[in-house]
């Protein structure tokens, strides 16, 4: 019972870690929960599936896509396009159908489905989850030889598919926004828990890690900003946006501190009285369960014996940051014992910005070009698709267009192509075995499908294999249900994916291309521009709540670089892939440094440069801001193909800063420290 018990905790504890908030897990469970009903209500519960094949085989589709592809900002956005997405679904079945008896006019119809679902995507998420369901009822038209007769039990699965899905979403599995802000906080702690282990409790330092455990923190914290975005903290949890935003802030920025000054601390420092003392404190900060109580006597102690640390000595300077990152969680783990306010549980707001996509290439919006380059891969599929399969063309269309779901650079393409062959192939091999073992049992082919389906979306968001793999398999699943099931169907689907997957990919290097180095080098520049603002903003800014929104933003940067980096990352005949991780890794360095510079301008009331009278101070400042300002501009040069000369290495090192007497330019040496090193990682990257 003990060993039962400890295998849950750690599930648990593995989960809160993975996945934030759990909300990948809710993600997958509304998706099987409107999946489930919809076949439950379509085959008159519990009746056979070969009796409305039509019906049950739509509705479920558009049951899935209703809950696991609206992804509107705010709750009530959601449920307005949930319910919207009938109109473009019944008008594409209905067009689907009436084409057929055309021949290929109803395949000439698809290609320009298939455009219109792409171009829709620059009205934002209403308008891509509009597309997909577009693409998906008039597919299923083509796959069910639907004719007009047909249309009244496709019209009912439509609409039973988003009526159930509605359903689930507002009454079923609605949004929690307490429960998720106090879930995501617990994460929070719990990978900060996990990063002291491994920098404090290892036998051996493992850089790679914490580096992920960091990665993890920053994530977490992004999707805190998120919540914030669409939610009243006061409404919730009791704290006001700009007060809980702040806390998180600091939580963050003193555990990337705190981590990694213990990280880079030799044995002996770690394990001296005033180094455990401070870590002791920071382990009891961030246990778990801990009452109110125990948080302010965490905090007095804290606050206490901070103010015997001497900053000037390796373990004083350890034991300070890591006091800091248990007074900071302290604080933060009172968010959601107090009780919100009276009214509504929710509050959202709306996001300038997200309506309508702007980025363009050449003078082509982002949509077009990608709805040009489906159309143009589509039509093709179309014509060899057919010389593979007469009967199940559509499935090579149905490749060349989903490999540029959520792509838009060549490399991005190869690789969504690459994974969904090797997920396919996968997903057919175990999907055979499967269903062979279960044999004609309809309960059992059920349970697989609903089963596929959760962890097909609960990955989605992780591992693109996994999720094609678990959504060919449900594919077989489906197969038998209907009693179509053969490996014949299912090595023909492996014929079709991998031709449309080639289709795609040539599609994607030949017509109106983007190379994954060139979007990687715009995004390097916009994040370096916002840092160099963000430094100057530091020095005169007084507003703390602007400076991590504008902090907020440089993580908004460093994640566009990382997500532009990773097909050259992944692509192992990629020219430069280790400069690529390299680059990665020190950009990530910078932002920790910049939360630092912002946590120190945030802590003063005035700017660092009036606070600083003393003469030496105003000096190394003045002198230190402007060749950070100078480096910066040098690696956009650089970053642009220019050819610059690599400057020195800064001189002031962070322990002549830190054993300065502070003097009236206290507030000035705290920002130093930070400026120092985004200026000496900036100068490598010169190297």
Same mark, same amino acid.
């Given at each position: 019972?003990?060993?039962?018990?400890?295998?849950? $905790?750690?599930?648990?504890?593995?989960?809160?870690?993975?996945?934030?908030? =759990?909300?990948?897990?809710? !993600?997958?469970?509304?998706?099987?929960?409107?999946?489930?009903?919809?076949?439950?209500?379509?085959?008159?519960?519990?009746?056979?599936?070969?009796?409305?094949?039509?019906?049950?085989?739509?509705?479920?589709?558009?049951?899935?896509?209703?809950?696991?592809?609206?992804?509107?900002?705010?709750?009530?956005? $959601?449920?307005?396009?949930?319910?919207?997405?009938?109109?473009?679904?019944?008008?594409?079945?209905?067009?689907?159908?009436?084409?057929?008896?055309?021949?290929?006019?109803?395949?000439?119809? =698809?290609?320009?489905?298939?455009?219109?679902?792409?171009?829709?995507?620059?009205?934002?998420?209403?308008?891509?989850?509009?597309?997909?369901?577009?693409?998906?009822?008039?597919?299923?038209?083509?796959?069910?030889?639907?004719?007009?007769?047909?249309?009244?039990?496709?019209?009912?699965?439509?609409?039973?598919?988003?009526?159930?899905?509605?359903?689930?979403?507002?009454?079923?599995?609605?949004?929690?926004?307490?429960?998720?802000?106090?879930?995501?906080?617990?994460?929070?702690?719990?990978?900060?828990?996990?990063?002291?282990?491994?920098?404090?409790?290892?036998?051996?330092?493992?850089?790679?890690?914490?580096?992920?455990?960091?990665?993890?923190?920053?994530?977490?914290?992004?999707?805190?900003?998120?919540?914030?975005?669409?939610?009243?903290?006061?409404?919730?949890?009791?704290?006001? !946006?700009?007060?809980?935003?702040?806390? *998180?802030?600091?939580? &963050?920025?003193?555990?990337?501190?705190?981590?990694?000054?213990?990280? &880079?601390?030799?044995?002996?420092? $770690?394990?001296?009285?005033?180094?455990?003392?401070?870590?002791?404190?920071?382990?009891?900060?961030?246990?778990?369960?801990?009452?109110?109580?125990?948080?302010?006597?965490?905090?007095?102690?804290?606050?206490?014996?901070?103010?015997?640390?001497?900053?000037?000595?390796?373990?004083?300077?350890?034991?300070?940051?890591?006091?800091?990152?248990?007074?900071?969680?302290?604080?933060?783990?009172?968010?959601?014992?107090?009780?919100?306010?009276?009214?509504?549980?929710?509050?959202?707001?709306?996001?300038?910005?997200?309506? $309508?996509?702007?980025? !363009?290439?050449?003078?082509?919006?982002?949509?077009?070009?990608?709805?040009?380059?489906?159309?143009?891969?589509?039509?093709?599929?179309?014509?060899?698709?057919?010389?593979?399969?007469?009967?199940?063309?559509?499935?090579?269309?149905?490749?060349?267009?989903?490999?540029?779901?959520?792509?838009?650079?060549?490399?991005?393409?190869?690789?969504?192509?690459?994974?969904?062959?090797?997920?396919?192939?996968?997903?057919?091999?175990?999907?055979?075995?499967?269903?062979?073992?279960?044999?004609?049992?309809?309960?059992?082919?059920?349970?697989?499908?609903?089963?596929?389906?959760?962890?097909?979306?609960?990955?989605?968001?992780?591992?693109?294999?996994?999720?094609? =793999?678990?959504?060919?398999?449900?594919?077989?699943?489906?197969?038998?249900?209907?009693?179509? =099931?053969?490996?014949?169907?299912?090595?023909?689907?492996?014929?079709?994916?991998?031709?449309?997957?080639?289709?795609?990919?040539?599609?994607?290097?030949?017509?109106?291309?983007?190379?994954?180095?060139?979007?990687?080098?715009?995004?390097?520049?916009?994040?370096?521009?916002?840092?160099?603002?963000?430094?100057?903003?530091?020095?005169?800014?007084?507003?703390?709540?602007?400076?991590?929104?504008?902090?907020?933003?440089?993580?908004?940067?460093?994640?566009?670089?990382?997500?532009?980096?990773?097909?050259?990352?992944?692509?192992?005949?990629?020219?430069?892939?280790?400069? *690529?991780?390299?680059?990665?890794?020190?950009?990530?360095?910078?932002?920790?440094?910049?939360?630092?510079?912002?946590?120190?301008?945030?802590?003063?009331? &005035?700017?660092?440069?009036?606070?600083?009278?003393?003469?030496?101070?105003?000096?190394?400042?003045?002198?230190?801001?402007?060749?950070?300002?100078?480096?910066?501009?040098?690696?956009?040069?650089?970053?642009?193909?220019?050819?610059?000369?690599?400057?020195?290495?800064?001189?002031?090192?962070?322990?002549?800063?830190?054993?300065?007497?502070?003097?009236?330019?206290?507030?000035?040496?705290?920002?130093?420290?930070?400026?120092?090193?985004?200026?000496?990682?900036?100068?490598?990257?010169?190297?």
């Amino acid at each position: 019972m003990t060993r039962l018990t400890d295998a849950i $905790r750690s599930a648990l504890r593995y989960l809160t870690v993975t996945d934030p908030g =759990f909300l990948r897990l809710r !993600n997958a469970a509304t998706t099987v929960a409107a999946l489930g009903l919809v076949m439950l209500t379509l085959t008159g519960f519990g009746h056979p599936v070969s009796h409305a094949v039509p019906a049950v085989l739509l509705g479920s589709y558009v049951a899935i896509q209703a809950a696991s592809g609206v992804s509107d900002h705010t709750q009530r956005e $959601r449920v307005v396009t949930t319910v919207f997405l009938s109109v473009p679904a019944l008008a594409a079945v209905t067009l689907g159908a009436v084409l057929l008896r055309y021949g290929r006019v109803a395949g000439i119809a =698809f290609v320009g489905v298939l455009f219109l679902a792409v171009w829709l995507r620059r009205w934002g998420p209403r308008g891509h989850a509009s597309g997909m369901i577009m693409y998906i009822a008039y597919f299923y038209a083509l796959v069910l030889h639907a004719g007009i007769a047909e249309l009244p039990s496709l019209y009912l699965g439509i609409c039973t598919g988003v009526a159930v899905t509605t359903v689930v979403r507002v009454f079923l599995l609605p949004e929690r926004p307490r429960r998720e802000i106090r879930s995501l906080v617990r994460a929070l702690r719990a990978q900060t828990r996990a990063g002291l282990d491994v920098v404090y409790r290892a036998e051996t330092p493992d850089p790679t890690a914490l580096q992920r455990i960091l990665d993890r923190i920053g994530d977490t914290a992004m999707m805190i900003e998120d919540w914030l975005d669409r939610n009243d903290a006061d409404e919730c949890v009791g704290i006001s !946006n700009s007060e809980l935003a702040k806390l *998180v802030f600091e939580a &963050q920025v003193s555990t990337e501190e705190a981590l990694e000054v213990l990280d &880079q601390a030799p044995t002996e420092v $770690r394990h001296l009285a005033a180094t455990e003392g401070a870590t002791a404190e920071f382990e009891a900060a961030l246990r778990p369960g801990s009452s109110r109580f125990e948080a302010t006597t965490i905090e007095r102690s804290a606050s206490t014996a901070a103010k015997t640390f001497d900053s000037s000595t390796e373990e004083g300077l350890a034991a300070l940051l890591v006091d800091r990152a248990a007074r900071a969680h302290t604080a933060l783990s009172c968010v959601g014992r107090e009780q919100p306010s009276p009214g509504r549980a929710t509050r959202e707001h709306a996001v300038a910005g997200t309506s $309508r996509a702007t980025g !363009n290439a050449g003078g082509v919006s982002a949509s077009t070009r990608t709805a040009i380059q489906v159309a143009v891969a589509a039509s093709i599929a179309t014509v060899l698709g057919e010389l593979v399969s007469p009967e199940r063309w559509y499935w090579a269309v149905l490749t060349a267009f989903l490999v540029y779901n959520g792509a838009s650079t060549r490399g991005e393409v190869l690789l969504r192509a690459g994974d969904r062959v090797i997920g396919t192939i996968g997903g057919v091999v175990i999907g055979m075995l499967l269903v062979a073992a279960v044999g004609s049992h309809p309960a059992a082919l059920i349970a697989l499908v609903l089963t596929t389906v959760f962890f097909a979306f609960y990955l989605v968001s992780v591992n693109y294999v996994a999720m094609t =793999f678990f959504m060919t398999v449900m594919l077989a699943g489906i197969y038998g249900l209907l009693g179509e =099931f053969s490996l014949d169907v299912l090595v023909v689907r492996i014929e079709e994916t991998t031709v449309g997957a080639i289709v795609g990919i040539a599609a994607a290097y030949l017509v109106l291309a983007i190379d994954s180095r060139d979007v990687l080098t715009r995004a390097i520049d916009s994040y370096l521009t916002r840092l160099s603002d963000l430094i100057g903003d530091c020095m005169s800014a007084t507003a703390a709540p602007d400076l991590i929104a504008k902090a907020r933003a440089l993580d908004s940067d460093l994640a566009a670089v990382t997500a532009a980096a990773t097909p050259l990352v992944r692509d192992p005949m990629a020219r430069g892939r280790r400069t *690529v991780v390299w680059l990665d890794c020190r950009l990530r360095e910078i932002d920790r440094a910049a939360h630092a510079l912002v946590k120190s301008a945030v802590m003063t009331t &005035q700017p660092a440069s009036e606070v600083a009278t003393d003469t030496r101070t105003r000096e190394v400042l003045a002198t230190t801001v402007c060749r950070v300002h100078d480096n910066i501009d040098l690696l956009r040069r650089r970053n642009a193909g220019e050819r610059v000369t690599v400057p020195e290495t800064p001189p002031e090192s962070l322990a002549d800063v830190l054993q300065s007497p502070p003097g009236d330019g206290a507030a000035a040496l705290a920002v130093l420290p930070p400026l120092l090193r985004i200026d000496r990682t900036v100068v490598d990257l010169l190297a």
